[in-house]
Structure formats: C-alpha cells, structure tokens
C-alpha cells in the first residue's frame, strides 16, 4: 500500500528570526484550496451556494467568510475557496456544485501564511502594492496581487492578514518574508 | 577635547553634552550630534574639503544642504564606502570615517592639480576636439587617461554587505518638504483627517526656519517648528517621514521617495536596510520644497570661503560655527542683508557688504550696523591659494582689495520646482522674482506652496502652505477647518538681477561640481551651441550629481546675455527623475545575487537534491539538470548514461514545470478546435492528443498535449516557456473572441507534480504501484486516473523520448513523496532519474521539437508538421499561415545532421552554407537548433533548418559558427534518428 506523505510549501523553511513581538508567521496545517468556476447557469449557481453554505458571493474582490469555508472573488466568477478538509476539500466541493459549477483542486498550488502582530501591515507594505488601511481594503476585502514578482492573494484575518502564495515561488516568497520581518522580530508559531 | 576653532562658544540645534568622534583624510577630529559632517568640518577649520572635478582645484563647502556642488566626500570605509557623499548632508555619527575624493596623494598636494596649467586644453566640449586621431590611440590610451583624470570619488569594489528595501505607501495628502509651508500644510491637512505623509529629506523638521532668527508666534521660528512637529507625529492619521527625500513623480498620483534609514548610523541595526526606496500613491501632494539660493559667477567664486549667504545663516544658527574670522558678503538683495545681521549678532567681524544695487532701503541697512558697506560695486575676483585670503572689489569709484577669509554670496533665491516638471511641465520666467516659477501645467492633483511657488517670506510661506494644505485635503475628500495663522515677519526679499561680474579677470565659475567656467559658456555659443538643451551637452552644465541646483539659473540667464535674447526666451531644460542621486541597491532592493528574481523549484527539488543533482535555471524555474554518479567525469558522461538507461531500463524526470490548464465546459471541444491547428472535438474521454496552437500571424505559438478527463472536463498542457502566455491566449479566446461558448478555465500548473516515467521497463514499475497499466487498461495515449493511497493520481500514456512511457500527476504536495515511490518502485528495474540534458538527448534523437525550434519564426510547415493543420475548420492563425512567404518551398524546413566526422561536435546556432560557398548572409541556407551526443547512435547529432530540407537528405553542407569558431561538415538526414518505424514506443 503506497501512502504518500504531504509536505507543505513552507515545510522546513519557517525559521524565526526574532521574538515574534511585532509579527508573527503561522503556516495552517490541513487546510483545502480550490477554485471555483461558476456555471452558465449563475442564478442556479449563486442558489446552490446559498443552500449549501448559507453564503451569498458576489463577483468582486470580496471575502466572504463562512464558518467552514472562505470564499476569495479573485476574478469574475471565480472564487478561491478555502477551508479545512485537506486532500478532500475540493472533491467535497466538487459534489456539493455538481451541475452548477466546477471546481479545480489547488490544495497543492498554493502555500499558505498567517501574518499576525501589530507590524503585519508594515511587513506587507514593503512588498505588496495594496493599500491595506481599514479604509480602503476593507474587512472583506481580498487583493490578487504580487510580492517581489511573486504571485499573492491577500485578505484579513483576525490579527492580520492570510497569503495564499505559489508553492513554487515558496523559497522566494520567505526570504522577501524573512528579510523584510526581521527589523519586527518576525517569530514562527 | 576640542570642540574646534570655529565653533561659537552658545547657541544651535547641536546638543553639545553629546560630542561625536570622526576623522576626515586620516585626521581625529570631533563634532556634536545634530552636526552634519560639513558643520563638523567647518567647525573644527578644515576649509577644504576636496578637489574639483576638472582642475583639481580646491573647494570648500558652498552650501548647508542637498544642492551641494563641492563638498563630496568618500564616506566610510572598506566595503561601506561611499563615494560623492554630500558632506552637508551626510548627518554626523560617532565613529564615522570620511575621505577627501578626486586628489593624489594628498588634499593639499594635489599632481593632479597640474590639470590647471592646461586650463585652456580642457575647455568645454575639449573631448570633441582633442583625442581624434591617430584614431587606434582612443581605446588604449586617450579614454583611458580621461577616465584616470575624470571621476567624482572610488567604488568600494565589493559586496556592498548592506541591504536595501522597496516598499509602498498610501496617503490622501502627500506633502514635499518639512519647512514652514510643508510643516502647515501637513498641520492642516491633518487635522483634517486626511492621512497625510510628511517627507523631508532633513534630520530636523523646520527647513529654512533651523536657520534663521526670526520669530513666528512670539517665539523662535525653530521651536515653533519643533511643536508643530510634536503635534504632526501624534496626529494618527499623519506620518512623518525624516531623511526621506521625494525623487520622482510618475503617473497616477505616484511618487518616488528614498528613506535613508541607516545612513546616519555606523551600521545598520539588526534587520534594518540602510535605504528604503519607497513608491507614494496619494491622492493628492503639496509640493513645498522652498527655494535654493544662486551663487553669482565673479573670479574666483570657487574659493574655500566663498559661500552662500543662506549657508552662512545656517552654520551660524543651527549648527553654531563661524564661516571665518573676517567675513564680508556680496548680494543683490535684501534678503541676504540677514546675513549681515546674523554675524553680527554672533560675534564675527563683519569686514564689508558689497550690494551691486545703487540703492538699499535704510532698515535693510541698518543690518550691517557699521560694517562697511559698498553699493553698486561687486567682487570681481576672489584671491588666495589654498582658500581665500583677499578680495578685489569693482566699484564706481575703482577696484579695492579687502582681507577676509570668508565670503557670504547671494544672487537670489531659486524655487526648487524640479519635481513639478517630471511630467513634462515647464517652468515660467517671473522678473520680479527673477527666477524660474511654477509651471503652468503641474501634474494632476500636485500642487506648490512656499517659497517653491514663489512665496519668498516666512508669512507668505505660512500662509500659502495653510491654504494649499487645505485644498488638497479637500481635493481628497475632506473638509479642512481654516485655522489662525501663525504671526510671522513679513521680511523683504527685493531682488536686482545679477548673474556675472563682468570686470572679473580670472576663472570664474558657473558651475562647480563640473568645473564649467564662464568663458565655457562664451565658446559653446560662438560655436552655435546657442539652445540650453545644447549648452547643457557640450558644456556638461548641470549635468553632475547636484543636477545644477546652483548652476543652472545662472548658465541659461549668460546664455540669453550672450545670444541677445530674453530669459524666458531662452528657457530652460526640464528635470527629470531621479531629484536625488539614488544608488542602483535602493532601486534593486532584495533583488540581489541568486535573488535577483524569485526562482520557482519543482515539487521534488528536495528529493533531486538528494540525488545530488545539478540544477540549470530554466526561465523562473531551477531545473534537475543531470545527475552526476561516481567515476563520471564529466557531464557528458552523466547524460549519456541516465539516457542510455531510458532506451534500456527506465527513467523518471519530473517534468511539473510543463504548462497546465483546466478547461470545464460544454463546448470546449469546439474552443480547442478553435485554438489548435488540429482536431479536438473528437477525442473520446479518456485519451489525449498532441496539438499545435498557432498565433494570429500563422507562426506556431506553442505545442502539447490534451487529455479529455471526462465529458466535460479536459486537462491542457503547454510547453514550460510558454504557460502563461497560453493562458492569456486562452483567456483572450475564451472571452473576447468567443464569448458564447461554456468554456472555463483554471491554471493548475502548480496543482499537479508530474512525472516522466519512460522505457522499456516503464509499466513494470508503475505497476508496483498501481496495478494493471498494460496496453488494455491504459493503451497508447490514453488518459486514465487511479487511486494512489487515497490521493487521485493522473496517469497520461504520452512519450517525448520514443520509449515507452507515461507521465503520472500527483497533487504537487505528494510530489516529493512520489519521486521516492518511484525509485522505490524502479529497483531491479535500472530506474535512473534523469535531467533536463537526458530529456533533450532523447527527444533530439527521436526529432521531437522543443523550444529551440518553436522559436516563434516557424511555421508547422517549418516543423514537419503542416499535415497536422486542418483543412475542414477554422482556427486562429489559417488565414496567416498561408501567406505566400509562409508557405514558400525555399523556407528552411526540419531535418535531421549529423558530422561526417563523427567525433566532431557541431553547434547549434551554427549557420547552412552549401558547400564552398562564401559566408555572406545571401548564401545562408539555414542554421542549426539543438545538438546532442546521441548515446545510443554514439555520435553527435542536431535539428535545424535548412531549404528544402525533407528533399535533401543525403547531401552535405557546411555548418558555419563564426561565433563560436565551428566549421563542419555536415550530412542532411532524417530528423528521427532511432526507432524511425516507432516500434519502440509500445514496446
């Protein structure tokens, strides 16, 4: 019986650089990623989604927060969806759009960072060009952006903020994080 | 402890309980926290500071501030140094090391000082003249001795070991400048509510008010700028930037700024850069960058004590130190008559005023106190060796001479509008203030308060940075209460112009930093350079890192002198970005070294590291290139056994760097019909087919595979190069062009780890794994997925090798597990991973093409490929492909080389000649794309281009590199070089 281990993005290159007082990094483990691609047919769609996760999206930069799933709009309809369930999440989204809309698995694309403490927007600001006080990125707001040329999309969380980044670029992508956190004590938790 | 000479005994923003150690050339000196090094120097009597450009003459500080033209110095040392550093700004710490630049041996020995005999021979645009001939002399001796000669100070010439980081700011109001009109205009726009950003490139907030005496509110002009300053950073929504300078101004509101965050620092703290190149997007900006003070050309203005008045007043007041012991001061109007004042007040001799006015007001008089003062009359030269000693005075009555050691100098004020004119403004002549004014067309939503728009007293200043705070707050959405206005003296600042003393009868400079005299002026319009942008090029005024700050006015307004014409007339050059010298690491940031661009690695790059393999940058990709074992040699010997073990075992190579694209929908058999040359809408589920996608213009834009995982869900994959640009393509199809078809897509490229699993003894090792995968189950081209441990794995029957083979699709966080599988799988099989070098060899020797020859000049004809264009449908590119240039017989078209010497190793990139044929560009036949050893054929071999190709198999030709010296002898062949019946390929 073949059992593959999953290893995620940031795997073994999270390394603290200070106490962790200004910002912290937390990489979630467990979580699913997938793309949503709404049907022809949006009126059935947008139903569907009502009844099965009680969320109404909007095709715009919104987040909608659901308690088991965050629904990105990252271009017109499509969302990035994101939620625990790990390798299952988007087969369980699959069933649940079945004939309404697709969905593309990304649990393996992308890598996921909390960036929390009350310096997170200054780290963000040395690479992301995103206006992100309160009044112009508002609390469901979320940005498909870049950091240092590398892909990023970006919305709020309590505390801070979550990056969903290429897995590819993760190296990259940490020592942009690394570099630019180390003057506020970047910690790991 | 000395605290120098020069330094007064009271007074100043310097905080004397805090003495700073420096050395400048070698010399222990000492200096106060709030000094500049150009204060500390002064202070402690070093007058010269280094040695002009040109003539190595000796030059002293001109001016307290960024339009500094003379005192540039080495900062540091070692790696950290610095070269053209302005000492007036460069902001005193304890340890700091400085050096004197553009001289040999010593400052005050000086060989190349010598220059100055040879003043003639270095006139304006003497390059172009001198140096032409013999001309073989240019490259080895000529250019070289100029650049000996030439140069502002040394590169460290190593790592600089500092870092560098860029960063974005947001704002509603955006204020340029921290003097009176900056300071009130961000006060008002703050309390607004507005988020407001304060640059100043200063240490201290206040500008020009650090440096006078007067009052505002009943108290001194410095405090009152230190508590508007205290209340701007408790403000919220405000924030103040200090040693940050506003460089540029772009479109949209966006604006450049450099934050010297550790330049005033030993060494940077821990995890700080030493800049921060910052990009500002407001909403709307206030432009109070105040005004910069003109020298006045006479002879000898270059002198170590010549300095302007302006300059004077600040080392006298902030910085409290004597410009000399006996000073005088030369101007053209009232405002420099302070200066008289100030020294006074502080205790210097105050040897003579020279106002080249006939007439000055009696309370603009009474400044000098009983100084002698001397009206219509002007310094016609200024004398001394090594600083200056004497002056010669022109007077109505005849030239006197004057002892003095320094001398205070002032042609007028000239607002700093550089940035207003980054997109493309041009400034206005105003006589009354004889100078240049704003623009008439400023860049949206930018507008100028103070002294930059002309507003040349503390009042006016004040007044116009209030109002102008409050409109931009406005302007972004708020709504400014009008607040009382800060009591302020209302001084006078009359001005006559003055910009030569003609009966000056030595060198006399226009501008300093290049060494550009007034006679240079004279020859570059005798000799028709008449227009400013041409004075500016063959005289090089204003072209040094001072940009001309203190040359420029002066140059233009000689020009129109010269050539009869009016100032306005005449005009003036347009500023540019950057404002300031930005060094290149502020622009790169991080992007330094192997980070000069973000690098992607592949899902196994561990597990390839482990494999010791040697990685090749493929585009943003870093690539398993070969795999070296022990006792190889050399690389060659390392790909020619991981491609021999494909053609005899089995190989794997991940290959998750190849384009992939979801595609959902009803009609995408019909949209792939669209996009590619060939047919799609047939292909059952379950299989997959190779296409070529053609561009608009009917030259081939990329080729791969696509697999119809179900009715209505189909999987793409692209070459790696162009996996992007396939999806724009896409996209572009998908939405502009065919909007009416149900047709979605997702990128999944990083999604899925893929590997290349090829050769004979393939199916044996997937079948440890998944089982059954013979020709019934998964047959050629077929398209199947099974269940890996739980986790859904793709399995492609595709070959790039001619082998056997599949491809397998994992989601890419089970990559690097899957490639341990693999070889886990392979053992007893000769598994072998293979690189990118192996994947060529193997798809040369079966004449598949890649990325050398779908170069985006070739057409599927081109490629061997036109059978695969349909003739029963539509595609994007059909109508261009069949252009008559496209489809000419003469086109070099694909075949196969080889070396009739088979030892010879021909290169790609080489070009066709027939045999005995010149090598002109009219005999060329084609050229060479990609060359392999071929293990199994034990000879190299090639693909290319060639006329006629397919009907020439057989002949020989010659392979000419010129480039890279290849001379061969080549015979045309097939392009498939093993298995041509592909046998081998359901082996």
Redesign the interface.
């Known amino acids: 019986?073949?059992?593959?281990?999953?290893?995620?993005?940031f795997d073994g290159l999270l390394l603290p650089?200070?106490t962790g007082q200004g910002v912290t990094v937390h990489e979630p483990a467990g979580l699913g990623v997938a793309?949503i691609?709404a049907?022809?047919d949006r009126a059935a769609f947008a139903a569907r989604v009502r009844d099965m996760f009680a969320a109404t999206l909007s095709s715009g930069s919104m987040h909608i927060a659901t308690p088991a799933i965050s629904f990105l709009g990252t271009s017109r309809n499509?969302w990035l969806a994101v939620g625990a369930g790990g390798?299952t999440f988007a087969a369980d989204l699959a069933r649940s759009l079945a004939g309404v809309g697709?969905v593309?698995?990304?649990?393996?694309?992308?890598g996921i960072l909390d960036l929390t403490g009350p310096n997170a927007m200054a780290v963000l600001?040395?690479?992301?060009?995103?206006?992100l006080?309160s009044?112009?990125f508002a609390e469901d707001a979320v940005a498909v952006s870049h950091i240092?040329?590398?892909g990023v999309i970006v919305w709020r969380i309590p505390g801070g903020f979550r990056l969903a980044t290429?897995?590819?670029?993760?190296?990259?992508?940490w020592?942009?994080l690394s570099?630019?956190a180390?003057?506020?004590?970047l910690g790991v938790a | 402890m000395s605290v120098g000479p020069y330094r007064l005994p009271t007074g100043g923003a310097i905080d004397r309980a805090q003495a700073l150690s420096f050395r400048f050339d070698g010399t222990s000196l000492t200096g106060f926290a709030g000094d500049t090094l150009a204060s500390a120097l002064l202070a402690n009597g070093h007058r010269v500071v280094g040695r002009s450009f040109k003539y190595h003459r000796p030059r002293g500080v001109l001016t307290a501030g960024p339009e500094e033209p003379n005192a540039l110095v080495e900062l540091r040392s070692g790696a950290r140094r610095e070269p053209n550093t302005k000492a007036t700004t460069a902001e005193l710490f304890d340890g700091l090391e400085a050096a004197s630049q553009n001289r040999w041996p010593s400052l005050r020995f000086d060989i190349g000082a010598a220059a100055r005999l040879a003043g003639s021979a270095a006139s304006a645009g003497f390059y172009y003249k001198t140096f032409m001939w013999p001309a073989a002399f240019w490259e080895k001796v000529y250019e070289p001795a100029i650049r000996r000669a030439a140069g502002l100070g040394r590169a460290s010439g190593v790592e600089d070991p500092d870092t560098y980081e860029k960063a974005f700011a947001f704002c509603d109001v955006l204020v340029i400048g921290g003097g009176p009109a900056g300071l009130i205009a961000a006060l008002t726009a703050g309390r607004s509510g507005a988020r407001v950003i304060l640059c100043d490139e200063d240490f201290v907030l206040g500008g020009r008010l650090n440096a006078e005496r007067t009052e505002i509110d009943g108290q001194p002009a410095a405090i009152w700028a230190a508590a508007i300053a205290t209340e701007l950073e408790a403000l919220p929504n405000v924030r103040v930037m200090r040693r940050t300078a506003v460089v540029g101004v772009y479109d949209g509101g966006t604006y450049a700024a450099l934050e010297r965050v550790a330049d005033h620092l030993l060494e940077p703290p821990f995890g700080q850069p030493r800049q921060r190149f910052w990009r500002i997007v407001a909403k709307t900006a206030v432009l109070a960058t105040g005004a910069v003070e003109r020298p006045i050309v006479f002879g000898g203005n270059d002198k170590p004590g010549v300095m302007m008045a302006g300059a004077v007043r600040t080392y006298l007041n902030r910085f409290s130190v004597a410009p000399g012991r006996r000073v005088a001061f030369f101007a053209n109007n009232d405002d420099a008559w302070t200066t008289a004042a100030d020294l006074r007040a502080a205790g210097v001799d105050l040897v003579a005023v020279i106002d080249s006015r006939a007439e000055v007001a009696d309370h603009i008089r009474a400044k000098a106190g009983n100084a002698r003062v001397e009206l219509s009359a002007a310094v016609a030269d200024a004398k001394g060796g090594y600083g200056l000693t004497s002056l010669q005075i022109a007077t109505p009555k005849g030239r006197i001479a004057l002892d003095a050691d320094a001398l205070a100098v002032s042609g007028g004020w000239n607002p700093q509008l550089g940035l207003a004119t980054h997109l493309g403004g041009k400034p206005q002549w105003s006589e009354r203030h004889a100078a240049f004014l704003l623009p008439a067309d400023l860049p949206a939503g930018l507008t100028v308060a103070g002294a930059a728009n002309g507003m040349m007293t503390t009042a006016e200043a004040l007044a116009d940075g209030a109002a102008k705070g409050a409109t931009a707050a406005d302007a972004a959405g708020f709504t400014a209460a009008p607040a009382p206005l800060p009591r302020a003296s209302d001084e006078s600042f009359a001005v006559a112009p003055l910009w030569q003393v003609a009966a000056s009868r030595t060198k006399a400079f226009v501008d300093f930093q290049n060494d550009v005299t007034a006679s240079d002026l004279a020859l570059s319009v005798r000799e028709g350079f008449t227009s400013v942008e041409h004075l500016k090029r063959y005289t090089t005024l204003g072209m040094a890192t001072d940009q001309g700050r203190t040359s420029n006015v002066n140059g233009l307004a000689m020009l129109a002198a010269l050539t009869g014409r009016g100032i306005a007339e005449t005009g003036a050059t347009r500023a540019r970005p950057p404002e300031r010298p930005v060094a290149f690491g502020a622009l790169a940031g991080l992007h330094r070294g192997k980070h000069l661009k973000p690098t992607r690695l592949t899902p196994s790059h561990r597990w390839a590291a482990s494999e010791g393999a040697v990685f090749i940058e493929a585009g943003p990709w870093l690539r398993a290139q070969w795999y070296p074992r022990p006792g190889e040699k050399t690389w060659l010997d390392s790909v020619s056994r991981e491609a021999a073990a494909v053609r005899s075992a089995v190989g794997i190579c991940d290959v998750s760097t190849l384009g992939k694209i979801a595609l959902f929908g009803r009609d995408v058999g019909a949209f792939l019909d669209r996009v590619y040359c060939n047919t799609f809408s047939t292909l059952p589920v379950g299989k997959l087919r190779y296409g070529l996608m053609l561009r608009e213009d009917g030259f081939v834009m990329d080729d791969g595979t696509t697999a119809r995982l179900s009715e209505n869900e189909w999987v793409m994959s692209t070459t790696t190069a162009n996996a992007a640009k396939v999806m724009h393509h896409l996209e572009l199809a998908r939405q502009v062009l065919w909007p009416q078809l149900d047709v979605r897509l997702a990128s999944v490229t990083e999604q899925w780890a893929q590997f290349a699993i090829a050769g004979p003894n393939a199916r044996a090792l997937l079948e440890r794994l998944l089982g059954d995968v013979s020709d019934e189950v998964v047959p050629y081209l077929a398209a199947r997925i099974f269940d890996l441990g739980g986790i859904p794995a793709r399995l492609f029957r595709v070959s790039f090798s001619g082998e056997r083979a599949y491809e397998i699709a994992v989601p890419a966080q089970y990559g690097d597990a899957l490639a341990h599988e693999l070889m886990w799988a392979g053992e007893g099989l000769g598994v072998t991973p293979y690189g990118t070098e192996a994947l060529g060899v193997l798809r040369i020797e079966k004449g598949h093409v890649a990325g050398n020859e779908l170069n985006g000049q070739t057409t599927a004809r081109d490629l061997g490929l036109g059978k695969m264009m349909s003739a029963k449908k539509d595609y994007i590119g059909r109508v261009m492909a069949a252009r008559p240039a496209l489809i000419d017989p003469d086109r070099p078209m694909l075949a196969g080389f080889r070396a009739v010497d088979p030892t010879k190793r021909p290169r790609a990139g080489a070009h066709f000649l027939k045999i005995g044929a010149p090598e002109t560009p009219e005999n060329d036949e084609g050229y060479l794309t990609s060359v392999a050893f071929s293990p199994a054929l034990n000879r190299w071999i090639g693909l290319g281009f060639i006329k006629r190709g397919p009907e020439r198999v057989g002949e020989r030709i010659r392979a000419y590199d010129r480039m890279q010296g290849g001379d061969l002898e080549l015979e045309i062949c097939a392009p498939v070089f093993v298995d041509p019946e592909g046998t081998r390929v359901h082996g």
């Open positions: 019986m073949v059992d593959l281990a999953a290893r995620s993005a650089i200070g793309t691609l049907g022809p499509v390798s697709e593309a698995d990304q649990s393996g694309a992308y600001a040395k690479g992301l060009p995103i206006d006080d009044s112009a240092e040329h590398i290429p897995r590819s670029s993760a190296a990259s992508f020592h942009w570099a630019s180390a003057e506020y004590e």
